[in-house]
């Protein structure tokens, strides 16, 4: 399955990561196809029907991890909703409610103006844009 598995490995081992076997198929099936947005069920599904035995709760601890160490960034659409970004650039999103798909604006289609002080001693580390879209 995996078509390069040092190339994981290091970016594992360079996010801080230790490269167990299911990390590194994890990040095949999350980083082998390009930039994308999948849920922690859309992971388990892929490694399912790719043979890697996993369960969901590692997937979601395997995922949270790779967020906390850089590898992926977290996009929250309401309370119920979480899709995890293979892109880490600084980007925002379209949200098409009826197919539940998230889809990358294009670069500098948003700009976000006039943001209040953040409070005392505090700096904004980044605003997430989602814009929510529907068919006429």
Do not use: C, W
């Amino acid at each position: 399955m995996m078509k390069n598995p040092k190339r994981l490995v290091n970016m594992l081992r360079n996010a801080g990561l230790r490269p167990t076997r299911q990390r590194v198929e994890l990040a095949e099936l999350l980083f082998s196809q390009g930039d994308r947005h999948v849920t922690a069920e859309n992971v388990h599904e892929e490694a399912q029907y790719a043979g890697v035995e996993v369960s969901l709760a590692t997937i979601y601890n395997t995922l949270h991890q790779f967020t906390d160490s850089g590898l992926l960034r977290v996009i929250s659409i309401d309370s119920n909703k979480t899709y995890f970004d293979t892109n880490t650039n600084n980007h925002h999103h379209f949200y098409v409610e009826a197919s539940d798909r998230v889809i990358d604006m294009p670069s500098g289609a948003a700009q976000v103006v006039n943001l209040p002080e953040p409070p005392n001693g505090m700096e904004v580390s980044r605003v997430d844009v989602i814009v929510h879209v529907r068919e006429k």
